[in-house]
Every structure is written in structure tokens, then in C-alpha cells.
């Protein structure tokens, strides 16, 4: 009888312990969404999609929706874009390299600098930047996914995306 009233109590010990640890880990990422352990306190399967979602609206962004404001585009947004597109295909390369949360973790940084590059090309091109819902992924659908910065233009239906005719 006094054995199981001493294991009952390190396994509450245990599990107590546990969640602490989780909520302090998860205070710790929410208050440096950019910190140097955010993206690694997350699971592999979990950095995977988050870098492959960076991935993706980093191409979004490439996509021109304006075409000939991009052509003409000066030496500063040139550059801009060209650092970008750079950015990107390093991404790439890293994320079919990628077998830990840190590699995916620095898939994702490397993304984001792209998306950066982007953002001073809008900004020299003199295009409307992005909203800050775009930037924050405020603009969640169900399931957790977003198409804020995805590369198509159009509605969302019950049935998924319905592109616009561009």
C-alpha cells in the first residue's frame, strides 16, 4: 500500500513537472517568435510544415501580380528581387536537406529574409506593401492554413480556393 501511495506521487510529480516545463517553453517561444530556440522547441512534423509554409509564400511573393511594373523594375528592386529569388532557392536546397527542427528552423529564417527582400522591392517599385494581416498570418482559414502571401488571386468556397481570371 505504501508503495503505490509513493509511485502515485512521483508520477503527479512528474506529470506537474512536465506541463510546466511545456508552458514555460511555450511562453519562452511566444515572447521571441525569432529567437534562436522558437522553431526548434517544435516538433520535426511541425517545423517541416512551418518552413514549407514559408517556403511557399515566398514564392507566392515572387509571383508578380503586376508584371509590367516588375519588368520595369529599377536597380534597387532589381537587386531586391534578385536577393530574393536567391534566398528562395537556398531555402529549397536546405529544405530537401532538412532532418531536424533546427535545419527546418533555419529553412524558415532563410525564407523570411527572402520575404525581407521582397517587401524593400514592393517598397522601391512603390507598391502597395503587404497588410499586416498578410504579414502576421492573421488571415487563418481552417485547419491552421493561410493564404495570406500565397501566389493566387480570388475567393475562398466551401469546396477550396476559386482562382480569378487575372
Known amino acids: 500500500m505504501g508503495f503505490a501511495i509513493v509511485l502515485a506521487a512521483v508520477l503527479i510529480a512528474g ?12 511562453a519562452r517561444a511566444a515572447a521571441d517568435p525569432d529567437g534562436p530556440g522558437a522553431l ?12 514549407n509554409r ?3 509564400r515566398l514564392g507566392g511573393s515572387l509571383v508578380p ?11 534597387a528592386a532589381g537587386r531586391a ?9 537556398a531555402a529549397r536546397v536546405q529544405l530537401a536537406k532538412a532532418r531536424t527542427a533546427a535545419e527546418y528552423a533555419e529553412v524558415t529564417r532563410t ?6 527582400h521582397v517587401r524593400t522591392a514592393r517598397e522601391a517599385l512603390g ?3 503587404e497588410t499586416p494581416a498578410e504579414v502576421s498570418g492573421v488571415g487563418a482559414i481552417a485547419g491552421g492554413n493561410s493564404l495570406a502571401g500565397e501566389a493566387f488571386s480570388g475567393s475562398v468556397g466551401v469546396n477550396g480556393p476559386k482562382p480569378a481570371l487575372i
Open 15 to 26: 506529470a506537474a513537472g512536465a506541463v510546466f516545463a511545456q508552458r514555460r517553453s511555450r
Open 54 to 56: 514559408w517556403l511557399l
Open 111 to 116: 525564407a523570411r529574409r527572402g520575404l525581407g
Open 65 to 75: 501580380p503586376d508584371a509590367p511594373t516588375w519588368a520595369t523594375a529599377g536597380e
Open 127 to 129: 507598391v502597395a506593401p
Open 81 to 89: 528581387l534578385t536577393d530574393a529569388s536567391e534566398c528562395h532557392r
Open 40 to 51: 526548434a522547441d517544435l516538433s520535426e512534423l511541425d517545423a517541416e510544415a512551418e518552413a
